[in-house]
């Protein structure tokens, strides 16, 4: 009777994890993980308040950048990008004439005004995508935000004059002081990204910035803005991988169980159907008694870097508690590991004892008797199941 309540206690809990809609949650195992480069060109619109008077049309600019960055998790993750090229300012606002008191008495001619720039951003990234869907390793566009500081290099513009004792007075103009000025910038923007493989995709992005003028003196604003749309390629080292940080139920293992149960049970049943065919050939009554040595799920597995047992885990605890008190003459080892991959020896140490721990308390929650009990703590060892990951355990046995 007690190995079909085992067995069906196994089928449910199988079913619940079967039938379980929870997010999964993953991460970039190794610092080299889902490092990418990319490339990107495009074009700018200046939003300096002179160009917005005269049309936007010369404003229009060409644009190329370069990045590198990390996806920490498919939800975010950060980027260097170096932009720039060309920026131009059509503004009458580029010279004039002074009186013999030094008072300004009028503009210029309007002029198309060229300048060389340079833009760093330090941009923090969220997949909006993933972040509300869920992450999808074969999903084909996703959707980011992004936004951060930055630099603006470009040359100056001082005043010099270089007419003199004209009858209008003294003719001015602004000029190239030939030193290039670090301006700080921040910008917002939007990226979509199509994933054409394992280590590519394809990026549009849309950005919206403002910095000091880098036109100085050659403007009326004092602030300048621009809206930029570049298209590009990404690629990312190694490949696109990122693992699952939540513990995971075994489900072949698990069927295997179920399987060896369900085999140990027919044996006994057979075993009991000839004994009783025996008897009723004979006089004598024989009482036959079959010990039949039932192992629970002995693996509870734990978070990075957690000792707190989860709801799978729960279930191997209530099942394994079972056993052991249908066992009293039997002891129990409870191992504590953790993964050699992450933390520091003497950290993993303490990690592995107190996830033993963890499963001793939640055992003598459930019945049993501390006699039948062992706590041994391993720390962080070598992969014993293929997976880091999977070195994050309890194993009692």
Not at 273 to 291: G, M
Request: hydrophobic share 35%; glycine share 10%.
């Amino acid at each position: 009777m007690k190995n079909k309540l085992v067995i069906l206690s196994l089928f449910v809990a199988a079913a619940v994890t079967a039938t379980a809609q929870t997010k999964e949650k993953f991460f970039s195992e190794k610092a080299g993980d889902n490092i990418f480069i990319s490339i990107g060109g495009g074009v700018q619109a200046s939003m300096n308040p002179d160009n917005r008077d005269n049309g936007l049309g010369d404003a229009i600019t060409p644009k190329v950048s370069f990045s590198i960055g990390k996806w920490f998790t498919p939800v975010w993750g950060i980027r260097g990008q170096v932009n720039g090229w060309k920026t131009t300012l059509y503004t009458d606002y580029n010279a004039g004439t002074v009186d013999a008191d030094g008072n300004f008495s009028g503009y210029g001619d309007f002029e198309k005004v060229k300048k060389n720039y340079i833009n760093t951003h330090l941009d923090g990234l969220l997949n909006l995508s993933n972040l509300f869907c869920g992450y999808n390793p074969n999903r084909v566009f996703t959707f980011s935000v992004f936004a951060g500081p930055g630099f603006t290099f470009a040359k100056g513009y001082g005043t010099q004059e270089y007419v003199v004792n004209t009858a209008n007075g003294t003719w001015v103009r602004n000029v190239d002081s030939g030193k290039v000025k670090a301006l700080i910038n921040g910008s917002v923007g939007i990226m979509g990204q199509f994933n054409i493989g394992k280590y590519w995709d394809i990026n549009i992005e849309a950005r919206g910035e403002v910095s000091p003028s880098p036109f100085g003196k050659y403007t009326r604003s004092h602030t300048d803005g621009a809206v930029s749309v570049m298209a590009g390629l990404s690629y990312t080292f190694g490949g696109k991988k990122f693992v699952n940080c939540g513990p995971k139920i075994d489900v072949d293992a698990l069927n295997n169980e179920i399987n060896k149960y369900r085999q140990a049970l027919k044996d006994a049943e057979d075993e009991l159907a000839a004994c009783k065919r025996s008897l009723a050939n004979k006089p004598q009554t024989k009482e036959v008694v079959k010990e039949i040595e039932v192992a629970g799920p002995r693996a509870i597995f734990f978070q990075i870097g957690k000792s707190k047992i989860d709801d799978y885990g729960m279930v191997n605890i209530q099942l394994a508690a079972k056993i052991i008190k249908a066992n009293p003459n039997k002891k129990y080892k409870i191992a504590g590991y953790a993964d050699k991959a992450t933390g520091s020896s003497s950290w993993n140490q303490t990690l592995s004892e107190r996830r033993a721990q963890e499963v001793y308390d939640a055992l003598i929650k459930e019945g049993v008797s501390s006699s039948q009990l062992e706590l041994v703590g391993f720390g962080g060892t070598d992969n014993m199941f293929g997976k880091n990951m999977l070195n994050r355990v309890v194993i009692l046995e």
